[in-house]
């Protein structure tokens, strides 16, 4: 499961007045398996997740298990600042037959390294699932440190951590002292080929609905040992990568997507979609896929 080195953290489509649109979501699935994403993560920060219910979030599970009918693993985002809360939605997740489970840090409560552990500790002990660690201090305030991680992995279903606090010396740290079955992926499109340059294992990607091709092909050249091409990549797909971000994420690639007709742009508040004669412009920078 864990071997996937090019993770989509998934948008949630939604029509033109909010809905998840389970209509294009097939075109979606479709398009990302065919630009390289070799696993998704759904109901994440990109996939809108605050914005979704409990039983949306089942309802979208639902759909895209089935769609992708095995073709790729699928793992759902349950985190919350809720033990409680997260616990129940992951034991409800599982039932739809994902194949992992992604949890994000407590935010806004700010809790100790001890009180994210316990955090962690119940959110695994409730599922049979692999379970990915979520790290972004940037929104969640709260940075669970190296160590914390590294007494995480000690449990047996929690199999990889998602690092997006850009802190490269952390992430060696925590490759030094994990064994090679616990895996580290970048929470940042711009950091994958450094943090594979340590050690890492690949990407929970948002630039990959747009460049994933390109992403793949990065990823492919390192690891059969063509440097300097995986570093041509890189910098090739840098102005995409920082593009995705020029507008409150997921507002940006949705925009590219409605301008390629793959899903509309609409986002749910407080999130904006991006203006079509915005989305336009911004399209040019992406090679097309």
Do not use: W
Request: charged share 20%.
């Amino acid at each position: 499961m864990n071997e996937k080195r090019l993770f989509t953290a998934m948008v949630t489509p939604f029509t033109e007045i909010g809905e998840i649109d389970f209509d294009r979501l097939p075109k979606l699935v479709d398009h990302l398996i065919e630009t390289g994403s070799e696993a998704f993560v759904i109901a994440g920060t990109t996939g809108e997740a605050p914005t979704l219910s409990l039983d949306e979030k089942i309802e979208l599970a639902k759909a895209v298990v089935r769609h992708t009918n095995g073709r790729v693993p699928i793992y759902a985002g349950t985190g919350t600042n809720a033990t409680a809360g997260s616990v129940s939605a992951t034991k409800e997740l599982e039932k739809t037959g994902v194949d992992g489970i992604m949890a994000v840090t407590p935010y806004y409560n700010k809790p100790s390294q001890e009180g994210m552990f316990e955090h962690f500790k119940a959110i695994a002990a409730s599922t049979s699932l692999p379970v990915m660690i979520y790290n972004i201090p940037g929104r969640c305030v709260v940075n669970l440190l190296p160590d914390t991680i590294i007494e995480l992995a000690s449990i047996e279903n929690i199999t990889s951590v998602k690092e997006a606090s850009g802190n490269l010396e952390n992430c060696a740290h925590i490759i030094a002292h994990t064994g090679e079955d616990f895996k580290v992926y970048s929470g940042d499109d711009s950091m994958t080929l450094p943090l594979l340059s340590i050690g890492g294992d690949g990407v929970v990607s948002v630039a990959a609905h747009l460049i994933g091709t390109k992403m793949e092909q990065m990823i492919d050249s390192f690891f059969k040992g063509e440097v300097q091409r995986a570093a041509q990549l890189h910098r090739e797909c840098l102005p995409a990568m920082q593009a995705c971000f020029s507008a409150p994420n997921p507002s940006a690639v949705k925009g590219v997507m409605k301008v390629r007709g793959i899903i509309e742009a609409s986002t749910r508040l407080p999130l904006l979609p991006m203006p079509i004669e915005k989305a336009q412009a911004l399209d040019n920078i992406f090679p097309s896929v």
